[in-house]
């Protein structure tokens, strides 16, 4: 290491150096424009000593909705959104650091739905804002992320939060991300056997903090939670939506409302007349995911790792409290499907998709992926205050190409 501040360091032991760690502090800002929601991430390194590799320190975190992709046909107003989240980073940072922090933006789902006209544009917008900034802005630092790594990194950060990447006895854990449009199931597979079954598409190495991981990983595009909902509804792809009704025996019988999502308007109600509850709606949810995912046979038995919608929807039905997070089985999001579609009257104060989406989750495991009944789930949103989200791993990812550190 040759910078300069550190010199004091070869006078004094580390523990009673005289001058504040901080000196050695730097940022890295990573943006999430997932399909519901715009995210900052501001994360806090600190290089305690040249020898040693930088300590991640904390993480400043904020959000907006709806997502980029709800601005389509307005994508200087998108921008604006990613602007206002910038503008924290600018009070975040010191201003003798600015042109040292780089500035990414990486885009999911929502963007990867929209045509490619439309999601340029977006991006070309917010690559002015960054080029307006005061940050280090890279090369590409505003594209849209290959579904592949947006498994692979959030596995890099939760096995990184949970010490697994350091050490001689790694025993990595599997993680599963429900987004709003795409979802991703990522695991290092232990036996010969699963890379022998695995369709190669399905397989990725990367490399990080000095060593190489092959991981079994898979974004399905369409599979998120609320792609979901349309693609059970049956509005998923359909051309002309305007003024079609959708029904669906999984919403309340007397429903009849609107939602916008990924820029498009669908009205959408229950069975006015035909049948409710957990079975007639499990059977339109099993539709959608029977035969549509691949089921690697390694994790039947194997614990996970899963966030994002997994955790808000046991949160909304009390299945894990929302700041501890919780283990459950994956016949809990069963149970609480049936409970809840069973008697819709009682849970109407709740979202009205809370059923459809309890029993899209219970399928999705079950069915989808293929888990067992028993099989484990960690419901984890944050290890030691920073969140459980790919934007850690790609923050590594990002210093790592830049020389900075790693
Ligand atoms: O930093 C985070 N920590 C925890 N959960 C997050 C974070 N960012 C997004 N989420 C969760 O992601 C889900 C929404 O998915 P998203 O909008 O990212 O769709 P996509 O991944 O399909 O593009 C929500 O459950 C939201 O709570
Ligand atoms: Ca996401």
Redesign the pocket.
Known sequence: HSNKEMWFQDFFPPNVCPIDAKANTFYGIMF??????T?I?IYTFVQKSPENLPELEGEI?E?VKP?LSAYADQPEKGAETVKRLLDMAIDAVPPHLWKKTPVVLK??????LLSEEKAQALLLEVREVFQESPFLVPEDSVSIMDGSY?GVLAWITVNFLTGQLSGQNQHTVGTL????????ITFLPRFEETLKETPGDFLTSFEMFNSTYKLYTHSYLGF????ARLATLGALNVEAVDGQMFRSSCLPKQLEAEWHFGGVKYRYGGNKEGETGFKPCYLEVLKVVKGKLHQPDEIRGSSFYA??????RAVDTNLIDYEEGGVLEVKDFERKAKEVCDNMERYNSASPFLCMDLTYIAALLKEGFGFRDNTLLQLT??VNNI???W?LGATFHLLQSLGITY
Do not use: I, P
């Open positions: 999430d424009a997932g399909s519901t929601g995210r991430h975190f959000s997502g885009a999911t789902a929502g963007l990867r947006e991300d429900l987004g709003g449009a795409s979802t991703q998120g939670l609320k792609a966030f994002s919608y997994y955790y808000d949103k944050k969140e459980t989200s934007t």
